[in-house]
Each structure stands twice: as structure tokens, then as C-alpha cells.
């Protein structure tokens, strides 16, 4: 049995106190949207009872689902690399960036770049993406469970908050996904953006959703995550077999809203004769002062 505790969208709080230079670009906007409203949804005591939650379930692995920073600030680059120094080293935590990862254009070392240890392939015995793509895909791969990490954030103006895979990443996943399944792993992608058409609008969603989601259709996966739009769910991909695909709450919310409440998520995975097995399990809050519980546990698979 293999265990991934998956949260996305930490929004880690308190924002730190920015310079009038790094509010001369989207930040001012993103700024006022913070004062105005997010600071008052992410707070970081409701994040710290997830993560103590979830260390004490003894996950195999971990998995992060991008947007860990808000502003896209130096501090918060490196705040945010603590804080996953608190959650384990590199070898037992998966990142994917998010669209606020991304939120302005920053060099590779001063902003995301600085998480790559924990954006980086674990094996040897498969094809690196070809020059081009950057680093992504990544694989991680767990005897016979493979997960394979996407990057959909880039820069985009003022009040879009949508994300782009790009021609190549999509055309190397295809590749990755027909290998692993060739060799009959259980697959695991994870994406920070909503992978299937409908889940998101334009100004919000993946510019090449389309292209995502016939790969994912014809190439085939077992588990498809990612975050974004802060809301639980629950949907199937439609490949053979079909896959469940699951939208995670953000991990700091304190939304009063059933589906928006602060969520993690823990996927046991088994092999029994030739079929794959998958139990979720959802934890979380269902007061801003309560505790985190269990709130759902069904079968996904098998
Ligand atoms: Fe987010």
C-alpha cells in the first residue's frame, strides 16, 4: 500500500510587508485584492492544524499544489521554502508551481526556481523532457506508483489568473503517460489548473485545457489533482478506464462554504490481482476554530 497526502493552494500567510518597487507591476492589484478580501479567507493557523493533521497520518509522500505564495514576493519565496522544509525534504515532497507562483515575471532563482529540489524527477530509467520544455514534466516515481508534475504558471496580465501548459510540456506528457502505462503503473498527474473543459472560464483556466484533456483521454491516467479554483470536487476523466480527477480546497481557507473549507486529501493505493485500488480520504475543517476530522472516505477505484 502507497499513501500520497495531496493540499494545494496554501496561499501561505501573513503576506509579508512588500516595498512600494515590487508594487509597480500586477502586485498593486493583487495587493488590494489581498488587503480587501484574501487575507481574510488564508490564514496561516488554519494551514499549520492541516500540516499537523497530516504529518500525523504517516503519508508515503506528499504532494503540493501550487499557489504556496500570493504576490509572487522575494520573502515570500523564501518563506514558503521553509515552510517546506517543515513539511519534509525534497525526496518526501512533490511541488507544482501555481498561477500566484508565477504571479509577474521573475527570474528562475529569485522566485519558484528556489523550490526545485522538490521539482525534480527521482528516477533514472525514464526520458528527460526534451530541450525546450524547462523542467517539466517531472516524474516521481514509488515502486509502482508514478507521479507526474506539471507546470501551467506563467505570467499573465493584470485580472487573468489562467495558466498554459504549452505544445511541448502536453506533447512530453503524452509521451510519459503511454510509457508508465506500457508498464502498468498506477499514474498519478497533477496539475495546479482545472484539467477538463468546463471546470474553469477563460480568464481563469488553461489557455490549452482542450489539448490537455484529449492527451489525458487517450494516453489514460489513474488519479488526476489540482487546486485553482479553491473548491472541493470531484469529477472523471473520461479515458478507459475512466479516472477520477479531484479538486482540492485551499489548504488556509476559512471560508464558511462547505466546498471551500480547508481540505487535504490522503489516497491509499493497493494492488489486488491485476487491478489498481484507490481509497480517498478527505480531512479538514469544518469551523475556521475547529479541529481537522475526517469528513469523507470513499472508494475511487476498485
Ligand atoms: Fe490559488
Known amino acids: 500500500m502507497f499513501t500520497l497526502a495531496y493540499l494545494?493552494?496554501?496561499?501561505?500567510?501573513?503576506?509579508p510587508a512588500p516595498l512600494m518597487r515590487h508594487l509597480l507591476s500586477k502586485r498593486i492589484f493583487g495587493y488590494i485584492n489581498w488587503r480587501a478580501s484574501r487575507k481574510n479567507i488564508h490564514d496561516r493557523r488554519i494551514l499549520d492544524a492541516i500540516t499537523q493533521d497530516m504529518a500525523a497520518q504517516g503519508a508515503d509522500h506528499i504532494a503540493v499544489g501550487g499557489?504556496?505564495?500570493?504576490?509572487?514576493?522575494?520573502?515570500?519565496?523564501t518563506g514558503a521554502h521553509e515552510w517546506l522544509r517543515t513539511l519534509g525534504t525534497p525526496e518526501q515532497v512533490s511541488v507544482i508551481p501555481g498561477n500566484h507562483d508565477a504571479y509577474v515575471p521573475l527570474d528562475h532563482d529569485t522566485g519558484f526556481g528556489q523550490w526545485m529540489a522538490y521539482m525534480t524527477t527521482n528516477v533514472s530509467d525514464v526520458q528527460p523532457p526534451p530541450s525546450g520544455t524547462g523542467d517539466f514534466p517531472y516524474i516521481r516515481q514509488f515502486e509502482r506508483v508514478a507521479l507526474v508534475g506539471l507546470s501551467s504558471a506563467v505570467p499573465k496580465p493584470p485580472f487573468i489568473a489562467s495558466g498554459k501548459l504549452g505544445a511541448e510540456q502536453i506533447a512530453t506528457l503524452n509521451?510519459?503517460?503511454?510509457?508508465?502505462?506500457?508498464?502498468?503503473?498506477?499514474?498519478?498527474?497533477?496539475?495546479?489548473?482545472?484539467?477538463?473543459?468546463?471546470?474553469?472560464g477563460k480568464r481563469r483556466g488553461l489557455?490549452?485545457?482542450?489539448?490537455?484533456?484529449?492527451?489525458?483521454?487517450?494516453?489514460?491516467?489513474?488519479?488526476?489533482?489540482?487546486?485553482?479554483?479553491?473548491?472541493?470536487?470531484?469529477?472523471?476523466?473520461a479515458c478507459d478506464p475512466p479516472a477520477?480527477?479531484?479538486?482540492?480546497?485551499?489548504?488556509?481557507?476559512?471560508?464558511?462554504?462547505?466546498?471551500?473549507?480547508?481540505?487535504?486529501?490522503?489516497?491509499?493505493i493497493w494492488r489486488k490481482g491485476k487491478a489498481w485500488k484507490c481509497e480517498m480520504t478527505v480531512r479538514g475543517l469544518t469551523s475556521a476554530g475547529g479541529s481537522v476530522t475526517a469528513l469523507e472516505k470513499q472508494m475511487l477505484m476498485g
Do not use: C, W
Open 8 to 15: 494545494s493552494d496554501p496561499h501561505i500567510a501573513p503576506l
Open 67 to 77: 499557489d504556496l505564495v500570493n504576490l509572487a514576493l522575494p520573502d515570500e519565496f
Open 175 to 200: 509521451g510519459i503517460l503511454q510509457d508508465l502505462g506500457q508498464r502498468d503503473m498506477f499514474r498519478i498527474v497533477m496539475v495546479h489548473h482545472p484539467p477538463l473543459q468546463g471546470l474553469s
Open 207 to 237: 489557455d490549452d485545457v482542450q489539448e490537455l484533456e484529449e492527451v489525458l483521454q487517450a494516453a489514460g491516467a489513474e488519479l488526476v489533482l489540482y487546486g485553482h479554483r479553491h473548491v472541493h470536487a470531484l469529477d472523471t476523466l
Open 244 to 268: 477520477p480527477v479531484v479538486g482540492a480546497a485551499s489548504a488556509s481557507s476559512s471560508h464558511d462554504s462547505i466546498d471551500k473549507q480547508a481540505r487535504y486529501y490522503l489516497f491509499r
